[in-house]
């Protein structure tokens, strides 16, 4: 029974450990995996090596860090494939990718955080973002998580604000991170039908983002922009904005979605 336990103990340990590899694409050196995931270094020098054994890990280029390997990859791009959303989804968003020429990303909500399962770099665009496939992301800074806040009935803003104090933090001098700032943001987003990144994540780089509904009028995804700042104001938001609704719209009546507003003739 023991056995059963220490085992399972390790199994939780060694995912953990996984998780935690998967922000640190560059490599991570053994004493910060170690500090991140409270456990002590012999035990995560341990789980790591089991997991490099099973290929899961690597060893980074700087003496003494890990990454993951491209097994982690290939198991995530199989989890992807079997999601029927990407298929119907991609050639919506490569057709946006095309036409813009500049980074799409496609996500959906996981608790308290947006995850990227779809991302095409920029054709044209020069500046490449730092997100990547698998990446969550906080509600309160990126724009696809601000229509989420704004739509999904479920999640309720003075809840979600307590309980992620600790995540909510001045990341550039354009986050939000008063709750009533937040409340007037939403209700603009609700009346737009749009959210933007204002450089609030990152500087340099805007984001404009649309929701994706399904057949119950519901978000379930969201699909984004990104682009310099200074490229955004030259081409306008309004040409970025009506092919990003023409995707989303797209994709949106593929899930059943149908628009509450028009009036069949």
Known sequence: MNEKITGSQSLVRGLH????LSNYPNGCPLASIAEIAQLNKSTTHRLLQSLQSAGFVKPALAAGSYRLSTKCL????KVLSSMNIINIAAPYLEKLNLTLGETVNFSYRESDQVILIYKLEPTTGMIRTRSHIGQYMQLYCSAMGKLFLAYDDSIK?????ERSQKFIEQLTYNTITNLSVMQQELTIIKQNRFSMDR?????GISCIAVPVFN?????????SVSLSTIKLGQLGHTHILNALQEAAQGISEELGWSDPTSVDK
Not at 215 to 223: F, V
């Open 17 to 20: 450990l996984l998780d935690i």
């Open 74 to 77: 290939a198991l995530g791009q």
């Open 157 to 161: 803003l003075t809840d979600y604000w």
């Open 199 to 203: 450089e609030e994540n990152e500087l």
């Open 215 to 223: 057949l119950h009028n519901k978000i379930q995804y969201a699909i």
